[in-house]
């Protein structure tokens, strides 16, 4: 069962790290249209600087549990590499459950008085020519921490499942 469960969320996060991918090349072709306004046309707009930043903030933001599915995260190898299966295993659970999940847990309830005002007022940029969703961006705070939370569950059962055999 925890098997089952464990590949539903990798699956999961393959899916949205498939999907949100796509938002970089849409980023990257607005970006070159952006540059080619300004420089060719001296046509500039802070709303056009803005979405290529959201964009960007939702790619990293939505992706941290795909990340971490294909292990590519950023971490210290000097140990790791060479431990066996069963202390890889031992140290991942301990890392999540220590480590990762408490993050998240902080994530959501710091971040909770800081988003639901944002949703309140319906907060936009601080620019009059700005983008006007700015409370759905930080709400992105939350996706981040609920995915990697999602995918921190998926490698306790993985841990579990090795650390059983």
């Known amino acids: 069962m925890l098997a089952k469960i464990s590949t539903k969320i990798d699956s999961f996060n393959e899916v949205v790290g498939s999907v949100v991918s796509w938002?970089?090349?849409?980023m990257v072709i607005f970006m070159c249209i952006s540059v080619i306004q300004r420089y060719m046309f001296q046509s500039n707009h802070i709303w056009a600087g803005e979405l290529i930043q959201f964009m960007h903030a939702v790619v990293f933001?939505?992706?941290?549990?795909?990340?971490?599915?294909?292990?590519?995260?950023v971490r210290v190898d000097l140990l790791y590499e060479r431990f066996s299966v069963r202390k890889k295993a031992i140290v991942n659970l301990f890392g999540c459950i220590f480590l990762l999940l408490p993050?998240?847990?902080?994530?959501?309830?710091?971040?909770?008085?800081?988003?639901?005002?944002?949703?309140?007022i319906?907060?936009?940029?601080r620019e009059s020519d700005g983008l006007p969703g700015v409370f759905i961006l930080k709400s992105f705070i939350w996706v981040f921490a609920a995915f990697?939370?999602?995918?921190?569950?998926?490698?306790?059962m993985k841990s579990l499942i090795t650390l059983r055999k």
Do not use: P, T
């Not at 319906?122 to 940029?125: A, K, L, P, V, Y």
């Open 23 to 26: 938002l970089i090349l849409f």
């Open 122 to 125: 319906f907060e936009r940029s």
């Open 148 to 156: 990697l939370s999602l995918q921190s569950v998926s490698i306790v």
């Open 103 to 120: 993050v998240c847990v902080a994530l959501f309830y710091f971040s909770y008085d800081l988003i639901s005002s944002s949703w309140a």
């Open 61 to 73: 933001l939505s992706v941290a549990g795909y990340a971490l599915k294909d292990d590519e995260h």
